[in-house]
């Protein structure tokens, strides 16, 4: 995960992440029977629309967050069969953000 907020970039990538493959989504929602499979993506927000801050001193609590777009890249595999996205698919509406709360509220 790299994450740029004065930019309002950010991005992340993950790689052979174990999943079980249901096949279809009543399966899965009823646990039904899966085979191991593996899934990878990358993520990179982009393109400043909005920002925003807010912050609550009485709950130490403070948000800055950035509206982006975001592209997004998927693939996945199991003995049922293989999936990868066409191309990289564009996000409209998509959001990242820094919180602090608790210990960590600097005021």
């Known amino acids: 995960m ?5 930019r309002g970039t950010a991005s ?26 593996v899934v990878s993506f990358e993520v990179e927000w ?3 629309v909005e920002r925003a801050t807010t912050s609550d001193t009485s709950n130490q609590f403070s948000l800055s967050l950035v509206r982006t777009g975001a592209s997004i890249h998927w693939s996945g595999i199991s003995s049922l069969g293989s999936f990868a996205s066409d191309a990289i698919t564009k996000v409209n509406f998509a959001q990242i953000a820094h919180e602090t709360n608790g210990i960590f509220f600097g005021g």
């Open 2 to 6: 790299a994450l740029n907020l004065g």
């Open 12 to 37: 992340y990538r993950l790689s052979n992440f174990a999943i079980e493959d249901y096949g279809n989504i009543g399966n899965a929602l009823s646990d039904g029977s899966s085979v191991p499979g």
């Open 46 to 48: 982009s393109g400043v």
